[in-house]
């Protein structure tokens, strides 16, 4: 069993930045890629950003420039810092471990969720 514990959301005016965190514990061997989906009010969940164990990264069109996302693998824990929000960057930002290895088996894991609210 794997928990993803987020935290940093919170409240900013337009313009601002947050730095979101999501750490992974428990029993596992690695982490094949790491990441962030949000949910606005009424709508689907959404791909934000994911980097693999190796640094590579792919970002939503809308967050690109705005949005950056790292990870360190030696605390099993990703980061996604947003600067120049704007309020449609309100959501609430789930954490994601896709290919959580667990011997012979992978297994993707979700985050409870962190509420980001950009006020005009």
């Known amino acids: 069993q794997v928990q993803l514990v987020e935290s940093g959301g919170g409240l900013v005016q337009a313009g601002g930045s947050l730095r979101l965190s999501c750490a992974a514990s428990?029993?596992?061997?690695?982490?094949?890629?790491m990441g962030w989906y949000r949910q606005a009010a009424g709508k689907q969940r959404d791909f934000v950003a994911t980097?693999?164990?190796?640094?590579?990264?792919n970002y939503a069109n809308s967050v690109k420039g705005r949005f950056t996302i790292s990870r360190d693998n030696a605390k099993n824990t990703v980061y996604l810092q947003m600067n120049s929000l704007k309020p449609e960057d309100t959501a609430v930002y789930y954490c994601?471990?896709?290919?959580?290895?667990?011997?012979?088996?992978?297994?993707?894991?979700w985050g409870q969720g962190t509420q980001v609210t950009v006020s005009s």
């Open positions: 428990g029993s596992f061997s690695s982490i094949a890629s």
């Open positions: 994601n471990a896709d290919g959580v290895r667990y011997y012979s088996r992978t297994y993707l894991y």
């Open positions: 980097i693999t164990e190796g640094g590579t990264t």
